[in-house]
């Protein structure tokens, strides 16, 4: 038994956002980063509050772009997410959308593929548990199947659940999840999650020529010991790093995902890469370097949201997005010519 006043006593076994923090959680340092950041988070609310008196939209600008990257207060995550994405627009010009989405036809198939995934779906999270109430695997599950009848040439896809999780935990709307995923799956991220999922396969080839012009030492490592892209960073893509790194520093990049778009997750990726590139080059096979790329994911360096937030925009140097429209239009190639 701990003594009472302990960091683990005062910091809550359940986050804000209902999920149960794991058995090795670091209870003194997180305490000690938080206490700093609330700070930080007290100063930018004040900020925000000011910058969004008088109610209206959130559009984009120069101050808000820069606000934005600082973080975004949890009380305006989804208006400012709604506004900067295109998501209030598309949801305000049409409107009982999505309601009659959930009013139209069943496939059988698209409703089964969801169902099965339910559990799996933040299984330490108490909101998305069975018994709580209300339980919100309801909720998560009415967004999918709209958005499987929506955009019928994606449908559902694992990884999807996630993503929509996340956005019904931050919105607490239906409709504002699905608006939001119809930004992300069918605007800022396409062909992430369509049968090929050519734009996911995509844009890890970019990463690896990324990584092979910026980190010449990792991409020959990679080379050495035959490993694919894939293999370490698909899970990063996917679930646009959900159960990758901490809640809070998902939520950051998140914040400018739907403002600057997908350039970020490249960010994220390099910045993880290089700061931790002299760990990733000890590696010394194919299962170790695999290794390698979960550990990097997780410790100060990442739970640490705000200084996390600075470095992916200092450490990968510059990154234009005709740079990333050229890798992707010849690795997209490459991958057609493959087959």
Known sequence: MEPAGR?????????????????????????????????????????????????????KSGTVKRYIRKGVPLEHRAHVWMGVSGAQARMDQNPGYYHRLLQGECSGRLEEAIRTDMNRTFPDNV???????PCLQKTLYNVLVAYGRHNQGVGYC????????????????????FWLLDALVGRILPDYYSPAMLGLKT??????????????????????????????????????FVDVLPVETVLRIW???????????????????????????????????????KEITRGSFVTECHTFMRKIFSEPGSLS??????LRESCRARLLAQG
């Open 7 to 59: 960091p683990r006593d005062r910091v809550p076994r359940i986050d804000p956002y209902g999920f149960e923090r794991p058995e090795d959680f670091d209870y003194a340092a997180y305490e000690e980063f938080f206490s700093a950041y609330l700070v930080i988070l007290t100063r930018r609310a004040m900020k925000w509050s000011k910058l969004l008196k008088g109610g209206g939209g959130v559009q």
């Open 127 to 133: 909101k998305f548990r069975k018994s709580a109430d």
């Open 158 to 177: 694992q990884g999807m659940n996630f993503i929509a999780g996340y956005l019904v935990l931050i919105t607490k709307s239906e409709e504002k999840s």
């Open 203 to 240: 844009d890890q080839e970019v990463l690896g020529e990324l990584v092979r012009t910026k980190l010449p030492a990792v991409a020959a490592l990679m080379d050495r010991h035959g490993v694919l892209w894939t293999l370490v960073v698909s899970r990063w893509f996917i679930c646009l």
């Open 255 to 293: 914040d400018c995902l739907f403002s600057e778009g997908s350039k970020i997750l490249f960010r994220v990726a390099l910045t993880l890469i290089k700061h931790h590139q002299a760990f990733i080059l000890e590696a010394s096979s194919v299962a170790d370097t695999c290794e390698r790329f």
């Open 321 to 326: 997005m005709a740079t990333i429209t050229r």
